[in-house]
Structures are given as structure tokens and as C-alpha cells.
């Protein structure tokens, strides 16, 4: 009896072991000299049990007798990323008062670094703050609730930093947490997958033109923008319009083409950025002509419409909630999704922080 236990064990534990090493399902076929990686019908499934495992619910005893669940949710991506976003960490309290005025979470990551900006939300009356610093967030709860509270931290963004196109192995990012009060320190390990990148170096992935990853954010009445915690200088100052925020035309795409996929990680050169677009201003008709990688795109003051020239037979229009406004001798557009489909071939998120009045680009 005792050895057939010990083989079911066995056979759990090295059918387990197969699936922790397992890589996306994937056949190579050759393409002009080429070798390509192409899905197999298994990917859904693969994919489907993988993002299953990366939500995970933590319980944690408090030395007050009081309990919290610490739930998260991963991301897995199936190319090499600068950046990842995983969906959520939420921190439940069993009961009013759990968590006390003064105390600390560090939510810690084993690879790359979180960004500053991170969204918090409550629900319940606990109030708490949280920051991204290097590689770990700071949650600190700045008032205890009167009834049983809830705390979700989104818009959480790693930077992976570091390649890894030269491997086919499997990156994961570890989760883990310190729950700190007075005289009491509690460690845990919360998501193993908090974010997973997995690359196969036969796969080969094109862009036509240069994008940032990460996050891009313009504040209402700001003379600068910030990409990824670096702050770069903008034309002229922001400034709301029917409830848009108008910004530099000039400043929105060298702040989209900073960060090139193609180059160095963390080399953040203005002047590089300037190199992939130029501008023709046309004084007549007060409009400004940018070539950009894969079209010929038109911004005319006092104009709703965008118009990209992509070839002679291909001209497409893009409608903006607000018209372009010249100010300052500067021209604005308003920063919208309709705007944000001039540069992206898909969506991009964005957030709207009602507080400090600024705009997150998330891509």
C-alpha cells in the first residue's frame, strides 16, 4: 500500500514538474530562408490554465487576532516586453479595524522595477497611500476603518528590465510581501507569476514604426511630460478644453517615439526621438504636416479632422472630440482616443486621475 502511494505521489509530482517547464505550444516552419514560430491549436488551452494560475488569494494573520486576504492577479505575455501589467492586488480586511493607522505592506518583485504611479481604490472608509519605489510598492494605511474595508492597487507597471530575446526560457516575476506593524514583520510569498514573458527566439516580431512601452502622462497646466518616471521638458504648457486636455502636438509624439523598442533600454535621448518624425508648417492655411514611419499625417488649427496619407490610394480620416487650436504659436491636439489611433494601430489605455488633473498613457 505504502509503495503504490509513494508511486501516485511520484507521478503527481513529475506530471506537475513537465507542465512548471512547459513552453507555449508552437511548431517552426521555414519562410524564405527564415525559421517562424507559429501557435499551435493548444495555445488557448495553454494559455487559459496558465492565467488560471496567476490569480492567487492569500490569507494573513494579524497579531491583533484579525485576519486580510491578499488577492492578485497576473499577466502573461507571449513576446519579450520593456514593460508588463499585471491586473490587480487587492488587500481584504476580515473585519473593521484590521489594518492599523501606521502600518505597511511592501509588495516586492524579484526582476525589474515598479513604476512610481500606482492607483489606489477603497472601498470602505480605510484610507491608505501607495507608491512605487525601485523594486517594491509601499501601501501605508494612513487611517484605520470603522467597518470592514477593501484596498485595490492597479495601473501597477513593471519594467522588465532587460531583454530577453536571446533565451527561449520561460521569465517569470515573483510577488512576494512584508506586512510590517508595530514590533511585528510578516513575509510571504503572494503570486510566483505575477508576470510571465515568454519568448521563443525563432519568432520574430516587426513593427513599422517606433512606440514607447510603459507609461506616458501629461498633467493639466504642466510644461513637462513624464515617461516611465523620467520627466522630459514640453513645448508649452497644458490646458483643459471642454473637458480634454489640450497638449503640444510636437510634445505627444516625441514623448511616443522616446522610448524605441529597437534601442538601448533606459536610453532616454530627445533628440533621437526628433530624428523619426519631421514638420512642415504651412503658414497659408495654418496647418502642420507630419512624416511620420508609415504615412503623411495633416493637423489644421481649427480643424475636428486628421487626415493620413498613408499612399495616394489609401487616405483615411480620424474625427477629434475638440478642434486642433493654435496657442502660444503652438499647436494642440486634444488628447483622446481618437488621437491616440493617429500613432496606434490598436487601443491604448489611458486613465484620467481626477485629483491631479493628469493623464496616463498605458501601452
Not at 513575509?187 to 514573458?197: H, Y
Amino acid at each position: 500500500m505504502k509503495k503504490i502511494l509513494l508511486s501516485i505521489i511520484l507521478v503527481i509530482l513529475l506530471t506537475v514538474s513537465v507542465f512548471a517547464e512547459e513552453h507555449i505550444p508552437y511548431f517552426i516552419y521555414n519562410l524564405n530562408g527564415h525559421d517562424i514560430a507559429m501557435q499551435t491549436d493548444d495555445y488557448s488551452e495553454y494559455l487559459e490554465e496558465y492565467q488560471a494560475r496567476q490569480t492567487t488569494q492569500t490569507l494573513c494573520n494579524l497579531p491583533y487576532g484579525n485576519t486580510i486576504v491578499i488577492d492578485t492577479k497576473g499577466v502573461f505575455r507571449s513576446h519579450d516586453a520593456i514593460s508588463l501589467c499585471p491586473e490587480y492586488i487587492k488587500i481584504k480586511e476580515s473585519e473593521a479595524g484590521s489594518l492599523k493607522k501606521g502600518d505597511s505592506i511592501y509588495f516586492y518583485i524579484d526582476k525589474g522595477t515598479f513604476l512610481k504611479n500606482v492607483v489606489l481604490l477603497t472601498q470602505g472608509n480605510i484610507k491608505a497611500s501607495a507608491i512605487g519605489e525601485g523594486n517594491r510598492i509601499k501601501l501605508e494605511i494612513q487611517e484605520e476603518s470603522t467597518e470592514a474595508s477593501e484596498i485595490t492597487l492597479s495601473h501597477i507597471i513593471i519594467m522588465a528590465g532587460g531583454e530577453n530575446k536571446s533565451s527561449t526560457e520561460k521569465k517569470e516575476f515573483c510577488l512576494s510581501a512584508k506586512y510590517v506593524s508595530d514590533n511585528f514583520t510578516k513575509e510571504m510569498v503572494l503570486n510566483p507569476r505575477f508576470a510571465t514573458m515568454e519568448w521563443n527566439n525563432v519568432m520574430c516580431i516587426e513593427h513599422s514604426f517606433p512606440y514607447f512601452e510603459g507609461q506616458l502622462s501629461f498633467q493639466n497646466g504642466s510644461s513637462n511630460f513624464i515617461l516611465n518616471d523620467n520627466t522630459f521638458s514640453s513645448l508649452q504648457p497644458t490646458y483643459k478644453k471642454q473637458n480634454y486636455l489640450m497638449v503640444p502636438i510636437r510634445s505627444l509624439v516625441h514623448g511616443i517615439m522616446l522610448n524605441n523598442i529597437y534601442a538601448t533600454q533606459y536610453q532616454y535621448n530627445e533628440a533621437k526621438a526628433r530624428e523619426y518624425t519631421t514638420f512642415e508648417w504651412n503658414a497659408e492655411n495654418q496647418s502642420s504636416i507630419m512624416k511620420y514611419g508609415f504615412g503623411i499625417t495633416t493637423f489644421q488649427s481649427g480643424s475636428n479632422i486628421v487626415t493620413i496619407e498613408y499612399s495616394k490610394d489609401d487616405i483615411r480620416k480620424i474625427i477629434l472630440p475638440v478642434a486642433i487650436e493654435m496657442k502660444n504659436n503652438t499647436l494642440y491636439i486634444p488628447l483622446s482616443t481618437s488621437a491616440l489611433r493617429i500613432f496606434f494601430p490598436y487601443d491604448v489605455s489611458t486613465y484620467w486621475d481626477i485629483t491631479t488633473e493628469t493623464i496616463y498613457i498605458e501601452v
